[in-house]
């Protein structure tokens, strides 16, 4: 490769993670205005504080972490040029995030189960912050799913080596992203009453 072709391929590729930074930064934005707003709600008169998460979404976040554990060793052995256990642990990783998403479903027919409604007049201040916290989550984990889908698909494809990681590299630490994103909200809301 010429040192021209060289010089524009890094630029390319810093451009690819200052847009991933960029995306990172405003979900870390639009979290801690959530958060904040949840924190700043609290101190209403009708705030439930004996509020309790479904123990589906304790569970959860063990797959969730799981999951990142898998997708690190996926990483470890592309390194290696190992194919087949790349294959299986970004396998195991596509698995983990679905039963993720299968869990939180549950949570919330749990929540539903327990009589926590989004809004009407069986809901309360703090089922209608859960709902959007956590929903705003599952919006951004379908997107790490996507990204997920797309490293498998080019993983078979051949794109990915010790070599050349940077699609691969991009992809698990939006992953690892929301599964961090998921363990704070988990913790907050399970701490903070």
Do not use: C
Request: no cysteine; glycine share 6%.
């Amino acid at each position: 490769m010429a040192i021209n072709e060289r010089s524009e391929q890094e630029k390319r590729d810093r451009s690819k993670k200052m847009m991933l930074w960029f995306g990172i930064i405003s979900m870390v934005m639009t979290f801690a205005g959530l958060t904040s707003a949840y924190v700043v709600s609290s101190k209403r008169p009708d705030w439930v504080s004996d509020f309790e998460l479904p123990e589906t979404f304790g569970i959860s976040t063990i797959i969730i972490v799981l999951s990142s554990i898998t997708l690190f060793a996926a990483k470890r052995y592309l390194k290696q040029e190992n194919r087949k256990m790349t294959s299986l642990f970004l396998f195991f990783t596509f698995l983990l995030g679905a039963t993720f998403v299968g869990l939180q479903f549950r949570g919330f027919e749990t929540l539903v189960n327990e009589g926590y409604y989004f809004t009407g007049p069986t809901s309360t201040i703090n089922s209608s912050y859960i709902y959007v916290l956590v929903m705003a989550h599952l919006v951004h984990l379908a997107a790490g799913i996507i990204v997920l889908t797309v490293i498998i698909f080019n993983h078979f494809r051949g794109r990915y080596s010790s070599e050349k990681m940077l699609g691969f590299s991009i992809g698990s630490s939006f992953w690892h992203f929301v599964d961090v994103l998921w363990l704070f909200l988990f913790l907050f809301l399970s701490f903070y009453k």
